[in-house]
């Protein structure tokens, strides 16, 4: 007599898998437009001085996919403008795949972007 099959594999769960960087990468270039915003409004208001600047970005996906806990760090001269509150909301918009456990995103670079 043939072996008893074995069981089968349960199907995946919704949350699906553990993100890679190409999901959270792509993830962030889907949600670039209210980030985006941030930087030209910033601009628009005389708060960026002339120069090539680079942030960090840090956050939290939940299992969910929505980002919590977004925070901006960077030179004083972006740190004192209204761009890590405006940019903690639209990072907050980002969505990303469903997975397992989340994934802490820390020292995330965004940049360099230069305002002339």
Known sequence: AAPP????????????????????????????????????????AGELAPGTYTLNLDWTIAPSGEVTAARVSGPAGVLNTSIPGCFSQGMRQWQFPASPAGAPVKNFPFGPFTIK
């Not at 995946?12 to 209210?34: C, Y």
């Open 5 to 44: 099959a074995a069981p089968a594999a349960d199907p995946a769960p919704e949350a699906g898998r553990a993100l890679t960087a190409a999901d959270i990468k792509a993830g962030v270039k889907k949600g670039m437009s209210p980030v985006m915003e941030c930087i030209k409004t910033a601009r628009k």
